[in-house]
């Protein structure tokens, strides 16, 4: 029997391999950390985070992005809407995810805490599966531009995803979810990153010219995380023991991501 060619091309096929295993390890990952290991591998983790994310960005994901046909000027528009964008993101997840604690002198009725902290569970799942869903979108159009920087932009996804979901289970076992219900529930919400890698796939590659602003918008996000949520937590420990270590790890990660990308800033 004869066919006429594959059924689904390589870059798809990379694209679903990058998005699945970017939300199961991730998520296991993260798992194993807030299960079983100390939170000293957690703060080693934000270190290398910062390396991977600013050096995917500012050294392949943005040259990428402006040695396109695309418009600068609309490249750095993007650049700036994405930025002051996760700002306001991130401060609406603040105010919606405010709380108090019982006996603070409010007078809410017993039990109000525990009500709040099972809404702020089903928050998180859904604000997750939200942003798998556009990390899905944002690998996918890493692969179409160049296969490189779309494996180099899945290791960086997995590398801010860890630290993330670790914060998102101790939500979830604070909202009464068992470490079971917990896993389930947050692995579920990672396939929607292969959902969005499938429709990245079939949207971006008939609209070639959106690529180099996804890569932009892609880029603003992993900047505005690693300096405004990752880089203030390593600040807050400021002695020479500690701040070595993070150095050596923030270069440890560029260099994961130069070794990718065959040991040099072009790819």
Known sequence: ???PGPIIDATLVSILLATFLSGVFSISA???????LLSKM???????SVGILLSTSLLHALPEAFESKADTHALFATLL????????????????HSHHHEGDGHGHAHGHDKHEAGRAGWMILVGDGLHNFTDGIL???AFLANPNLGII???????HEIPQEIGDFIVLLNAGFTRTRAY????????????????????LERAQGWIPYVLVFASSGFIYIAVSDLMPQMQRRATVRETIPQILLIAAGVGIVLYLTGHGVHS
């Open 1 to 3: 029997m004869h066919f």
């Open 30 to 36: 993260a798992a194993v950390f807030s299960f079983a």
């Open 42 to 48: 957690v703060e080693r983790m934000v270190s290398l």
């Open 81 to 96: 809407g994405g930025l002051l964008g996760f700002f306001l993101l991130e401060k609406f997840a603040i105010l919606r």
């Open 139 to 141: 690998i996918a159009a």
């Open 153 to 159: 932009t899945g290791v960086a996804i997995i590398a």
């Open 184 to 203: 389930v529930y947050n692995l579920i919400c990672s396939f929607l990153a292969v959902a969005g890698g499938v429709l990245g796939y079939f949207t």
